[in-house]
């Protein structure tokens, strides 16, 4: 069995809307009943570190990082009509940052094989200046500049399962070759970004793939997306680390999204990114939070996640065969992709 450490803390709980929304505490509150309730020896919950302004501004301009400590002086401070803060949302802000880092920390230095952070708010919609997408700080692209920047790590990777496009992320990285980043999400769709042909620019020119998929696509669809495009450009690129954006909002019964993946999907994505990381840099993996609205859904896919992270070793993850509704991004994907990967 694999030793998985979850970092997890009430303190997550501290950022709330004066108003009803669905990115709220009752989130964290869920997980930390299910991380109650979950028997396992080698499950080690980690208390979060703050990040640090240093490494806040691997991603963020100074001046972005002043603003948001600013916002939370107000009692309720809204950046655009999606996105809030809160007194406590600040401090809450750093230690999802932090969080991700203190995941990151216990994986590179074997406290943990691998590592879910139960973190909020979520970060893949924050861009370098800007909130959006009820997301303060990018939390895994600050992961992911500091294995790289501050840990000297030539190459990360970041797959992306949550509903939504990862803006954010994809352009932090747009132009980088460091950090490759691929994505599947329900297209078109908020935030608007995540087509096919936005591949990355310069020097990181494809170092980003998209998988944007069509309203209603399940398990097979999804899985097959990481066997024909993921893996194949992952072997190839073979990061030395492996960030996921764990979103559950993909899950059939999000009241956000129209994806239909089950809590068997979200397991059989994690065996997969589990597999690669262990095929491509000795299993090194973190998994963090990002979005996941019902809240029964994002306690039940949190723990598949959780139960095929600490699996061993495991059997070949059974291919999907099923899933014609992706047949025609995934050709596309492919073909786009096909000047910079041997796919
Ligand atoms: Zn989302």
Known sequence: MLKTGVVADRAYLNHCA????????ERVRVLLDMLGGLKRNALRVIAPRPATRKEL??????????????????????????????????????LAAGGVLTA???????????????????????LARRAMGFCLFNNIAIAAAYLIETLGLQRAMIIDWDLHHGNGTQELFYRSSRVLYASVHQYPFYPGTGAI?????????????????????????????????????????????VLVSAGYDCHARDPLGQMR????????????????AAETCGGKLVA??????????????????????????????????AGRRADAVIEKALFTLSPFWSV
């Open 288 to 321: 963090a939070l990002e979005g996941g609205y019902d809240l029964e859904a994002l306690a039940g896919s949190t723990r598949a996640t959780l139960e095929e992270f600490g699996r061993e070793a495991d059997e070949p993850a059974a291919s999907a065969h």
């Open 57 to 94: 501004t691997l991603c963020h301009d100074g001046a972005y990082v002043s603003f948001v400590e600013g916002a939370a002086a107000f009692r309720d401070y809204q950046f655009d009509p999606d996105t809030y803060a809160c007194p406590g949302s600040f401090e809450t802000a750093l």
């Open 18 to 25: 004066g108003h009803e929304h669905p990115e709220c505490p």
């Open 261 to 276: 993946v089950s809590e068997a999907g979200f397991a059989a994505m994690a065996r997969r990114v589990k597999r690669l």
């Open 197 to 241: 042909n936005e591949l990355g620019a310069g020097e990181g020119a494809g170092f980003t793939v998209n998988a944007p998929l069509p309203a209603g696509c399940d398990d097979q669809e999804y899985l097959r997306v990481f066997d024909e495009l993921f893996a194949p450009i992952a072997r190839q690129f073979k990061p030395e680390f």
């Open 104 to 126: 990151v920390e216990a994986v590179i230095g074997g406290e943990a094989d691998n590592a879910f952070a139960v973190v909020r708010p979520p970060g893949h919609h924050a």
